[in-house]
């Protein structure tokens, strides 16, 4: 009896004993987890696999980021100067529509709008047969819808004729100064990319709480100080007629001064058209028409940056929202509605 007693005893002080709070194999431990057994192919000290879904994106080339680092200390001093002279206005920018000149094609110039379109964004060669006035139509939409395009980018006679007129691309410098195909392609990726991004890091600085009419001078002000008027003699350079002489390059006649303040506005998200005068071929000038819920009104950096280099001059604010007058009437007729602003402290 006694030893029965005993035995069940010794029992339940071992079955205490084993459950006690004592850490034992079925203990959650992360650190023991199984982990999947090794690739095959996979050696012991291989480097993990990382999924090319968590690769970082390439940042900007050296070219790009040494633009977009001048850009950025041009546009600190514009906003340093536009911050310590505010323009105040209750009126908002007109709601941002993209540019979409290629809707209005025929079906013709459409479909080779989108192959060229897609040769442009990829930086290849494309041949195309089609009329003439085809292509013309094309490329206007293209280069108006894309004006990054344009800087770079062209399609040129190779032959044929009537409804089959042979046309092959060709890719300039942005930088360069005459029409003449570039002999390294990586070279005009690299300058094109500069010009995209650096349009994008100068929009992103302008600041949102500034009225819609600082948000435009932010523009017209950074395009002063980095351009000036391309006085030449004979043949104009290539640049100076694209938005990449005003923002980048530093060199501009009217056409470029138009250009590279209708980019930047619509990389802003504000609303801008370029326009157009022409009565000879020796008498042309561009500018910009931009739409306030107000109405519309005319910006000429040109004139402005001609009038005085010094965008706090009074005679800067001239031709920066103006209304109608007898030197700006554009081909197609248009004119502003916006009733003419009170300009005064405007400087």
Not at 185 to 214: G, R, W
Not at 275 to 287: L, Q
Request: with cysteine.
């Amino acid at each position: 009896m006694k030893r029965t007693v005993l035995f069940i005893l010794f029992a339940l002080l071992f079955t205490l004993l084993s459950c006690s709070p004592k850490e034992d194999a079925h203990t959650y431990r992360p650190e023991l987890l199984p982990t999947d057994p090794p690739s095959p192919s996979a050696s012991p000290s291989a480097s993990p696999t990382v999924s090319p879904t968590a690769s970082p994106e390439p940042g900007p080339g050296p070219y790009a980021s040494e633009c977009m680092a001048a850009a950025e200390a041009r546009m600190a001093k514009v906003l340093e100067y536009v911050r310590a002279n505010p323009i105040e206005f209750v009126s908002s920018s007109h709601p941002f529509v993209p540019a979409d000149m290629r809707s209005g094609l025929e079906p013709e110039a459409a479909a080779v709008y989108d192959k060229l379109l897609a040769a442009a964004e990829s930086f290849s060669p494309i041949e195309l047969a089609c009329p003439e006035k085809t292509m013309e139509a094309a490329l206007d939409a293209l280069f108006f819808d894309h004006p990054e395009i344009e800087i770079c980018f062209d399609m040129e006679k190779a032959g044929g004729s009537g409804a089959a007129v042979l046309f092959r691309s060709v890719y300039f410098l942005p930088e360069g100064r005459y029409f003449k195909a570039a002999d390294d392609i990586e070279e005009v990726k690299a300058q094109a990319e500069a010009f995209v991004l650096t349009a994008k890091h100068i929009a992103s600085m302008i600041p949102e709480d500034l009225s819609v009419i600082d948000k435009y001078r932010c523009i017209a002000c950074y395009i002063s100080e980095t351009s000036q008027y391309a006085h030449v003699h004979g043949e104009i350079p290539r640049y100076a007629m694209t938005a990449y002489g005003a923002v980048i390059n530093g060199w501009s006649i009217c056409q470029g001064y138009a250009l590279g303040f209708e980019y930047l506005c619509r990389a802003a998200g504000l609303d801008c058209r370029r326009c157009r005068n022409s009565y000879s071929d020796e008498r042309m000038h561009y500018w910009d028409i931009v739409a306030l819920d107000c109405g519309t009104y005319f910006i000429d950096v040109t004139w402005s940056d001609g009038s005085s280099y010094d965008y706090a001059d009074p005679n800067w604010f001239t031709w920066f929202m103006f209304t109608n007058e007898p030197q700006h009437i554009p081909n197609d007729g248009t004119r502003t509605t916006g009733a003419p602003l009170d300009r005064g402290g405007w400087a």
